[in-house]
């Protein structure tokens, strides 16, 4: 549940002096796992476990929310990761899922920002355009300007 250093990014057991989470990660400053949960609360068993209860119940309820709102019109993904941020306040699983979800967008970000792809997408979207430039025209040249539910058979 928790690392069980009250530093963020030692260790759990490691000797005074040894390398924390922070060093061998390039010396980001990055939090342990673990809950993040008051000291008061995490010391005493039945609280904690109500606390992650209430935790666990807030984060599904943002999550559901986030499910429902990814076919209407709202920001679905967005809300999903709010939930999963909430569940990383107490949850490990939460955490590496967060983390990993950071790594891949970022990956993707990058590979968005390299040239030959930002060209690559550029000549698709105009040649969609085109696409769509052509088949508005014909449909003009074919009925006039008339409503698709307008036409009669002919």
Do not use: C
């Amino acid at each position: 549940m928790n690392t069980g250093s009250d530093r963020p990014g030692e260790v759990a057991g490691a000797p005074d002096g040894a390398k924390t989470e922070a060093d061998a990660d390039g010396g980001r400053d990055r939090r342990g796992l673990g809950s993040r949960a008051p000291e008061f609360i995490r010391s005493r068993r039945v609280l904690h476990v109500s606390w992650q209860v209430g935790v666990f119940v807030v984060g599904l309820a943002v999550v559901v929310t986030g499910v429902v709102l990814l076919p209407l019109p709202g920001p679905g993904w967005v809300v999903i990761f709010g939930g999963m941020a909430i569940w990383a306040t107490e949850f490990v699983w939460a955490q590496l899922v967060l983390r990993w979800t950071k790594r891949k967008v970022t990956e993707a970000a990058q590979r968005a920002l390299d040239p030959k792809v930002r060209r690559r997408n550029i000549v698709l979207t105009v040649i969609g355009l085109v696409i769509i430039g052509v088949l508005v025209g014909v449909y003009l040249w074919k009925f006039g300007f008339v409503m698709p539910w307008s036409i009669k058979n002919q």
